[in-house]
């Protein structure tokens, strides 16, 4: 019986479609030709969204799956594509983001012929991805396909690597082998749930507890578990701390709301908190050295120490956890809820809960405010995010590059509500991450308002992708703290190096011109008092807009970083 056939390349497409992908970003290459023929020809309801480097079309899919809760895709062809799409993979999967990058290859019988373009795309990817493989026959594409998806976002998160060759794209495939499944476009997919026996055992050292504080990475936020996790903190009147990435898991201004902890984006006065706590319940945190100041903060062996995670591998891996719970932050923390309401019948009253939650925040943004008023020139960081912060709908999403901008948002920056609102990429820290990761976040959620704010040497690393913001009409909001310095690297320099700089300064670029070359409208800020209505022109302008602050460097600033404060 003769069975109807697709091509690989149509084949692609159609399991893509399958799975429930409505956006995919990519650049262009010879060994895609068939794929982007596919692309063109079929009915599929797909939007490509063309970039200008393979890198930040990674970081696009990666934004735009933290703010959907789908698989966000990302393309690219052989050689160099593949290459540098890279740090955009590895970034995801160490946030337990899936992604899946589709790498297109020379064809499999050009294998070992001196090929142009030609490497080993699946030894390249193996570490840096939870699932990867290089399609060597056409008819394994539909099964490669369905099992990346599964792996992707079953249990704990993570980005996939497909190699597509030239002739697996034109060779033929059974129809009746694509076919997939739409519920594992979104994550978690397949959930873990816990040990019944282990969630008693949190119960009751929760329960026993004088002084507990939670620290959430972004698990609960990729679970949507936020109301479980406030509920659980409202009924032990415990107190919520979050990482950079776990921002938005309870409301900033929750009573209960610690905010940020650790090197980045914490101060002394969440430091206390933590170190106050005589049991600290990691939840979807891999108490890793930032959270934790380097493994200090909590102090080994001072708290008992809770740990909820998705990953086997996470637990007890930096701590000895008392408890250690496996499974998935929601369904964890719903059942440590129904375990908590029968051993605990009335909030208990802390030393350590609302009251010395509101003091410490009141003493971090004294300070703050102090700085955040400040007329000087060069303009402080503190007044930016101040300013931006009563400009921006409360629904605003920022996507945030390393430097200058991320500890100062992490920190300062107050969103009152849950859920994805505060982007970063904390995985590896790479720069030029947020012009396209905001690009990602638009597609994401176009109600919403989308800001990058970034340094002026991220600027140098991403800037061309404003051809493609233009190009697209995409009403983005960009921000430059401009202060012509590889900033956090000078800071060090200054506090661990006695000042003795080195190789970090570099010219100041007249960033408003050049995004008015490719098309933004655009403005150059310098004093203080036009800050807050430049910003707002830019934000309310409902096109692509830059605004370039000529900013305070890092060296010389006090920025919420503890190793600098020190």
């Known amino acids: 019986m003769a069975t109807n056939q ?116 699946e030894a390249l990817f193996r570490p840096l991805t939870k699932w990867n493989k290089v399609i060597d026959r056409a008819a394994e594409l539909p099964s490669t396909f369905r099992a990346a998806f599964r792996a992707m976002t079953a249990g704990r998160a993570g980005s996939a690597h497909i190699g597509l060759p030239f002739d697996v794209q034109r060779d033929p495939v059974d129809e009746a082998d694509v ?17 019944p026996r282990d969630i008693a055992r949190a119960a009751d050292a929760l329960a026993a507890a004088k002084e507990p504080i939670f ?86 062996g001072a708290a008992r120490i809770v740990q909820i995670d998705a990953d086997p591998n996470v637990l007890g891996a930096t701590y000895d956890a008392d408890v250690a719970v496996l499974g998935d932050a929601k369904l964890a923390l719903a059942a440590l809820l129904a375990e908590l309401k029968a051993r605990v019948k009335a909030p208990p009253k802390r030393q350590r809960g609302r009251a010395a939650v509101a003091a410490a925040k009141q003493a971090k943004f004294a300070a703050f405010d102090e700085l955040a008023r400040s007329a000087d020139r060069p303009i402080k960081p503190e007044r930016v995010v101040a300013e931006l912060n009563q400009v921006l709908p409360d629904d605003a999403v920022i996507v945030a590059d390393p430097g200058t901008p991320c500890p100062y948002f992490s ?65 983005i909001t960009f921000v430059v703290f401009s202060n012509a310095v590889y900033g956090w690297i000078k800071a060090g320099q200054k506090t661990g190096y006695q000042g003795r700089y080195f190789s970090v300064d570099f010219s100041r670029t007249d960033h408003a011109r050049v995004a008015e070359a490719f098309g933004l409208k655009a403005w150059r800020v310098e004093d203080p008092a036009q800050l807050k209505p430049t910003l707002k022109k830019a934000v309310e302008a409902g096109g692509p807009t830059l605004v370039d602050v000529i900013a305070q460097p890092l060296n010389e600033a006090r920025a919420p970083v503890s190793e600098w404060v020190a």
């Open 411 to 475: 920190a300062f920056y107050r969103c009152n509500r849950t859920g994805r609102h505060f982007i970063s990429n904390r995985a590896h820290g790479a720069l030029g991450y947020s012009i396209a990761g905001a690009m990602g976040a638009y597609y994401g959620r176009p109600s919403s308002k989308i800001v990058s704010v970034m340094g002026d040497g991220s600027f140098g690393f991403a800037c061309g992708e404003f051809e493609t913001v233009v190009r697209l009409g995409l009403p």
């Open 215 to 300: 620290v959430c990475g972004g698990a609960p936020v990729i679970a949507g578990a936020e109301a479980e996790m406030i509920a659980i903190a409202e009924l032990l009147e415990a107190p919520v701390a979050t990482t950079i990435s776990g921002q938005g898991t309870i409301p900033d201004d929750h009573p209960l709301a610690v905010g940020v902890v650790g090197s980045n984006g914490g101060v002394i006065q969440t430091r206390e908190m933590v170190l106050g706590a005589d049991l600290v319940c990691f939840v979807g945190c891999r108490a890793g050295s930032v959270t934790t100041e380097r493994w200090r903060h909590p102090k080994p």
């Open 179 to 195: 076919r997939g499944d739409p519920t594992l476009g979104s994550f978690p997919s397949r959930r873990i749930g816990p040990d």
């Open 6 to 121: 697709l091509t690989g390349g149509e084949a692609a497409v159609r399991m893509l479609q399958l799975h429930g992908v409505k956006h995919v970003f990519g650049l262009c290459g010879d060994t895609s030709l068939p794929f982007y023929d596919a692309l063109a020809r079929l009915d599929h309801g797909m939007t490509h969204i063309l970039t200008r480097d393979e890198r930040h079309a990674a970081y696009m899919a990666d934004c735009y799956a933290r703010v959907t809760g789908k698989v966000g895709v990302c393309e690219g062809p052989s050689g160099g594509g593949a290459t540098y799409i890279l740090p955009g993979v590895v970034e995801a999967n160490e946030s337990s983001i899936p992604i899946l990058a589709i790498t297109t290859d020379i064809s499999v019988s050009a294998r070992g012929k001196f090929t142009l373009t030609e490497l080993d795309q």
